[in-house]
């Protein structure tokens, strides 16, 4: 079949391009806003200065610039965001609300994340956007106060995290048009309003981590459109009002930290999908019908005082399950899931008192990610099933009554970062399978009663930083040890037998030694002596002879029970008084001679060095030692810009002299300037292969942004050098050293509880400020007390803010701790996310807060700090035994301001990220720790 050509005639050519130009001219003319629209805007872009991006001021229609809505045909505006604008440096805020309440047609606002503190009254009128605002987003800004009158046309109000105080006003019930109603992140108090069910288009609800008080209103499950409800950190009491359950849109509701009584309604999962009551004080049992609806995916009920048995149906959907710190008893259900794969990924039940085995059964949970069985009363045996679930990360099945071997299957969980089997009834031999677990940080198998040796093979677990054997009935010469520990190696209370084994000298980053209570021999070795990491050493009870060397000050060593064990003399021989007069005479001519001779030196340094090594801003200097390829004053203080040389600067590098501290990621040196000033020099080590090599683009254009930060609270780059390898950053010198030095050395008795909270304060201030600057978030890799410089007994500045952007977390080995910080201070959820966040930077303030609470160190005594205070926390008589009693005691103003204190630093180090308060309301908490 041939095909048929069919031809169009010239007319239809004539009028198709007639019509395609008319409505394209059509188009154009409509996209073109009013003239008093682009007026404003214009006079808005001035008023505004710089705050619009630079790609955006050189378009003509506003309806392309970042941050502006406009309708369908760009023919007028309907939404503006200022977003990050730094409206708080414009003086009159009126100027710019009355400039964006004239955009007749403007229907949305958003001018989050600023420093506003107040409203301005024109953004209240009904005339603003011609009739009244439908949206309005002043979220993360800093008003205080209460809550404001608003126009009914609202549709939208964010409020969130800013200082209101004062009850929730009854006129917000009368803006009956409201979706959304974000009020969270505040200091409001009192009742929720009664009449809030008269908001019947309400979609959110949100009024998390505020002060309310009283029940929730008995009329809630009239609000029919209602998807979101969040209630959580609040005082709220009373019990869950049943009608929750009967909202059929409702999918997620949150009332944790609270104090919520009675039973948990029948049906009130029917049609969510995430439910959190967690940290309650309800009762009864867990309804038959909670975890068995189909669109289930979270449910925590976790620290309550629940009783009863766990229920036996379960949705296949639910993908974390927190049901643990409750009364639950009975057997750990047969589950059935049908044919396909179940979602559970986290399942928790430990510190209940659950009974019975371990089901195998639960290997059909394919997807399980962490299993908590911990603190039970199970029996019987560990099921080798458990070998099949290769998603497994973490595994705690301590605190039990488990008996048996360790099954070989274990070993087949590849990605595994955490088994504790402790306290248990484990008997056999530590399979020598377990070091193929390659990925395991943290393996705790103490107080259980295995034999044999410590297998050899151990010696190849480098991701391993923990090791816990203690109280067991191991025995045998030890030769191979995992070679990166940093937690706790302990071995107590075993058999061991030979010398203290040379291969620990492999684990630079130990903080804790426990030998103790063994029948090791021989010599103490020195090489124990160069490992700078350790706190505290503990061989007691053993054969050890010979001399004990001498140890740091700050390293707590334990040798009692070894009776051929001899201790050197002291480190001060006495001497004749007379000859140690005449001695001194001496001392002080030749001191005298010297530093005449000193001052002549430096003044004709100085007098050489500003004629002949004054730098500028292009200047690349070159090191016998180094080959610097680029280096750049980024600072614009006269000062300092006079006075850094980088030749003298590169000159220290990798000298011990010079050496002055060494954190995870960086080592600081001190250099001296011809002028007599004196500087950091930090050398950013390429730890793990992590440091952006090659990308000096980069590196220099982040640093450029670093260098225009500005708080007093955080160490700001004045200069930076770069090698092929390397960054090398210059800092003010501060001579009082690191938080660390000072809370847990010499200093220590200087800090009293005032220094210790403007200690706090001005850390919580820096973290703030990095969590909120305008070009983006700023996270933190390693915060701990070790990464903070103190100017002066009160004024910290946080270190180490640049490592977020020169080091590339995605070339990592893979392991944890190449990237997420020191032992102590990182958050337990980096296990599984292996993501720095926000609310993991939150939780290593909350250590450094316990540090300055308690006077311990993050990792004390072979624990943990957070969870140490977490666990003593509970006992509510004793809850000021965790306080320092060095300053406890000072007075009772004290006392009670340091308890308020550890309710915030408690808070901080939850071990649920959602739970912790952002950095800007941790501040806020602080401050009202001092009414």
């Known amino acids: 079949m041939k095909n048929r050509y069919v031809p169009i005639p010239p007319l239809f050519f004539f009028f198709f391009f007639f019509f395609f130009f008319f409505f394209i001219t059509l188009h154009y003319a409509s996209c073109q806003l009013p003239p008093s629209q682009l007026t404003t805007m214009t006079n808005l872009r001035e008023l505004l200065q710089t705050k619009w991006n630079s790609s955006s001021q050189d378009l003509p229609n506003p309806c392309s610039w970042t ?35 004239g955009i007749e047609t403007l229907e949305t606002l958003d001018v989050s994340n600023n420093q506003l503190a107040v409203i301005a009254p024109p953004l209240l009128l009904s005339s603003c956007g011609g009739g009244g605002l439908k949206v309005l987003n002043f979220s993360f800004n800093m008003l205080s106060g209460n ?15 800013n200082s209101l105080h004062g009850v929730i006003p009854d006129q917000i019930t009368e803006l009956v048009n409201l979706s959304v109603l974000d009020l969270s992140y505040n200091q409001l108090n009192g009742p929720i309003p009664s009449g809030i069910d008269q908001l019947s288009k309400l979609q959110q609800l949100l009024l998390s981590e505020n002060n309310l008080s009283g029940s929730i209103p008995s009329g809630i499950g009239q609000l029919l459109n209602l998807w979101q409800l969040i209630l959580s950190v609040n005082n709220l009491t009373g019990e869950i009002p049943p009608s929750i359950a009967q909202i059929t849109t409702l999918k997620r509701f949150s009332a944790n930290y609270n104090g919520f009584t009675g039973s948990i309604p029948l049906g009130i999962t029917r ?16 309804p038959s019908d909670l975890l068995s609806q189909p669109n289930l995916q979270t449910v925590d009920l976790s620290f309550n005082n629940l009783k009863g048995t766990l229920p036996v ?28 794969d179940p979602s559970l990924a986290y399942l928790e039940v430990g510190n209940n008192s659950l009974t019975g085995m371990i089901p195998p059964e639960l290997r059909l949970c394919k997807n399980l990610s962490l299993l908590d069985l911990s603190h039970n009363n199970l029996t019987g045996y560990v099921p080798r099933e458990l070998g099949d679930l290769n998603k497994l990360q973490v595994v705690q099945l301590d605190h039990n009554s488990l008996s048996g071997e360790i099954p070989d299957e274990i070993s087949e969980l590849q990605i595994l970062n955490k088994l504790n089997m402790s306290w248990n009834s484990l008997n056999g031999s530590i399979p020598p399978s377990l070091s193929k677990l390659q990925k395991l940080m943290n393996l705790d198998l103490q107080a259980n009663y295995l034999t044999g040796q410590i297998p050899d093979s151990f010696g190849n677990m480098n991701s391993l930083l923990e090791l816990q054997l203690g109280k067991n009935r191991l025995s045998g010469v030890i030769r191979s040890l995992p070679p990166n520990l940093q937690i706790s190696l302990n071995l107590s209370r075993n058999n061991f037998e030979g010398p203290i084994p040379a291969s620990l000298s492999r684990s630079q980053s130990l903080e804790i030694l426990d030998l103790s209570n063994n029948r090791f021999n021989g010599s103490i ?3 124990l002596t160069q490992m700078g990491s350790l706190t505290q050493i503990l061989l007691s009870n053993n054969l050890l002879t010979g001399s004990v060397p001498r140890f740091s000050g700050k390293v707590n060593v334990s040798t009692e029970g070894n009776i051929n064990l001899s201790y050197p003399p002291p480190t001060s021989p006495s001497v004749d008084r007379k000859n140690n007069n005449a001695a001194s005479v001496g001392i002080v001519v030749a001191s005298a001679v010297a530093v005449v001779t000193f001052i002549i030196l430096v003044v004709a ?66 250099a001296a300037m011809p002028s007599g000033m004196s500087y950091f020099v930090k050398k950013v080590d390429p730890s793990a292969k992590i440091f952006q090599l090659g990308r000096h683009d980069l590196i220099e254009q982040e640093l450029e942004t670093l260098g225009r930060l500005r708080n007093s609270n955080v160490m700001i780059p004045l200069a930076y050098a770069l090698t ?74 946080i270190g180490d803010i640049e490592l977020s952007k020169v080091i590339d977390p995605s070339k990592s080995t893979g392991n944890l701790s190449d990237v997420a910080g020191s032992v102590g201070y990182v958050p337990p959820e980096y296990a599984y996310t292996m993501r720095v966040t926000m609310p993991g930077n939150v939780y290593s303030f909350g250590v450094i807060l316990l540090e300055l609470l308690t006077g311990k160190t993050a990792v004390s005594e072979g624990s943990e700090l957070a969870k140490w205070a977490s666990a003593k926390s509970k006992e509510k008589h004793n809850v000021d035994q965790i306080l320092d009693s060095t300053i406890r005691w000072t007075s009772r103003v004290v006392k009670d301001q340091m308890l308020a204190v550890l309710k915030v630093a408690l808070a901080c180090v939850n071990v649920s990220p959602e739970a912790r308060p952002d950095m800007r309301n941790v501040i806020r908490m602080l401050l009202n720790t001092r009414n």
């Open 67 to 101: 941050g502006v809505l406009c309708n369908q045909n760009n023919s007028v505006i309907t939404g503006l965001s200022l977003s990050s604008f730094s409206l708080f440096t414009i003086q009159d805020a009126s100027s710019w609300s009355s400039l964006v309440c």
């Open 271 to 286: 049609y969510l999908s995430n439910l959190d009551l967690s940290y309650n004080k309800l009762t009864g049992s867990v």
């Open 605 to 670: 340094a100085v007098i050489v060095s500003r004629k002949f090594h004054r730098v500028n801003d292009d200047e690349t200097p070159h090191s016998p030692q180094l080959e610097v390829i680029k280096s750049k004053l980024l600072t614009l203080n006269v000062i300092h810009r006079t006075n850094i040389d980088f030749t003298k600067a590169m000159e220290c590098v990798g000298q011990l002299s010079s050496l002055v501290l060494k954190t995870k990621f960086s080592t600081y040196y001190k």
């Open 313 to 340: 149906n379960v949705s296949k959907s639910l993908f974390r399950l927190r049901l643990g710190s409750n009364r639950l008893t009975g057997v750990i259900p047969l589950w059935s899931f049908g044919n396909d």
């Open 147 to 161: 809550i404001p009158s608003f126009q009914s046309s609202l549709e939208g109000l964010d409020l969130s995290h």
């Open 525 to 527: 070795p020195n090489f």
């Open 724 to 797: 092929v390898d390397s960054a090398y950053l210059l800092y003010e010198f501060t001579d009082k050293g690191t938080l660390f030095d000072v809370l847990h050395g010499s200093l220590k008795k200087c800090l009293d509880w005032t220094n210790r909270y403007s200690i706090a304060l001005g850390v919580a201030n820096g973290l703030a400020f990095l969590h909120g600057c305008p070009s983006g978030p700023i996270l933190l890799l390693d915060l701990s007390s070790k990464g903070v410089m103190l100017k002066s007994l009160d004024e910290p500045q």
